[in-house]
């Protein structure tokens, strides 16, 4: 599988549950997001992906265009 270099701004208090998870079963991080998304995937719904779409589209405070120039995504 292909893999793509990608961040994410999550809320605070939803990473530090991720961390906390990733360290109690001894796996990486990247690795329960990945799970993650491919259980969510499993199970299409229209409505489920069109939140998941404005969830991941709706800009976040401290987020900004100059995101996308220092992650070198700044042609998108």
Same mark, same amino acid.
């Given at each position: 599988?292909?893999?793509?270099?990608?961040?994410? +701004?999550?809320? #605070?208090? &939803?990473?530090?549950?991720? @961390?906390? $998870?990733?360290?109690?079963? %001894? !796996?990486?991080?990247?690795?329960? +997001?990945?799970? #993650?998304? &491919?259980?969510?995937?499993? @199970?299409? $719904?229209?409505?489920?992906? %069109? !939140?998941?779409?404005?969830?991941?589209?709706?800009?976040?405070?401290?987020?900004?265009?100059?995101?996308?120039?220092?992650?070198?995504?700044?042609?998108?």
């Amino acid at each position: 599988m292909d893999s793509v270099k990608t961040s994410f +701004v999550f809320p #605070a208090d &939803l990473y530090l549950e991720l @961390k906390k $998870r990733a360290a109690e079963e %001894n !796996r990486p991080v990247r690795e329960i +997001v990945i799970e #993650a998304l &491919l259980e969510y995937f499993s @199970k299409p $719904r229209k409505s489920d992906r %069109n !939140r998941l779409i404005q969830l991941l589209t709706t800009p976040f405070e401290g987020a900004s265009a100059g995101d996308y120039k220092e992650y070198e995504f700044d042609g998108i």
